[in-house]
């Protein structure tokens, strides 16, 4: 998958290019990663790339030219939709990563400031997606939460050790609880069933862990997937 991201601040990507599950996949050939400035599309000396916003109020915008220019430009490089993170957008959840883990490629549009100036929203975005409903200093973070949320579906990236088909919202419900050595941790026992050897037997442990936790704590997952809340023979 090829991804572009846009933004004032490339620097802050190396935050998780340089590790993890991002670093592998940029190795292993999974990733290709590639960051435009959007201030290398400014016009003036300064490099300005934001102005007062039309009508008054308090903050900046980003200014249109210098990001439109910008955005040509990572679409010249990378394929698929130009994406803006925005409060504004849909609702970021595990059924939209797993459809953006098949496309391509994309193209991330990071705001600052008050956001950037609409008339780029009508031109240039395929797609606004929030990361949640608060709002944060930049479009950066979003990008990378959503790159690593994206990243860890595609196929080769995560060992099977630590699988994505197991995690919460795969199936519609939350994960179960973990634990490793020791066995008795400040009084506390690992449940005996996961000591026992029995695979059928922890499976079915897991399931209704994993349904009591989703019941207990996001009854709406249950309610939005039909799914029946009886334990699992
Ligand atoms: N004035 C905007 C509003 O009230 O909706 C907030 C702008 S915010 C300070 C600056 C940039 O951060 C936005 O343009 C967007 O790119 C990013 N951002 C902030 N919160 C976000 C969220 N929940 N999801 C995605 N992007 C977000």
Redesign the pocket.
């Known amino acids: 998958m090829q991804v572009g991201v846009v933004t004032i601040f490339p620097e802050i990507f190396d935050a998780v290019t340089g590790f993890g599950t991002i670093r592998r996949a940029i190795k292993s050939g999974n990733l290709e990663f590639e960051s435009f400035n959007i201030r290398d599309f400014a016009s003036d000396r300064r490099r300005t790339v934001d102005d007062r916003p039309y009508g008054g109020g308090p903050g900046m915008v980003l200014m249109p030219e210098p990001l439109a220019a910008c955005i040509d430009a990572a679409r010249q490089r990378v394929e698929g939709p130009v994406i803006?993170?925005?409060?504004?957008?849909d609702r970021l959840d595990q059924k939209m990563v797993r459809e953006l883990a098949e496309l391509s490629g994309m193209i991330l549009v990071?705001?600052?400031?008050?956001?950037?100036d609409e008339r780029i929203v009508k031109t240039r975005i395929d797609q606004e997606?929030?990361?949640?409903d608060?709002?944060?200093?930049?479009?950066e973070f979003?990008a990378m939460v959503m790159l690593d949320a994206i990243v860890r579906l595609l196929p080769g990236v995560l060992g099977n050790e630590e699988s994505a088909l197991q995690d919460s919202f795969s199936d519609g419900m939350l994960d179960c609880p973990h634990y490793t050595r020791p066995e008795r941790f400040e009084g506390l026992d690992v449940p005996r069933v996961l000591l026992s050897g029995n695979h059928q037997e922890i499976q079915r442990w897991r399931h209704d862990q994993a349904l009591d936790w989703t019941r207990n704590r996001r009854p709406d997952l249950l309610d939005s997937c039909g799914r029946p809340q009886e334990k699992i023979n």
């Open positions: 803006y993170l925005s409060p504004q957008g990071c705001g600052r400031y008050e956001g950037i997606i929030s990361i949640g608060y709002v944060i200093s930049g479009g979003p």
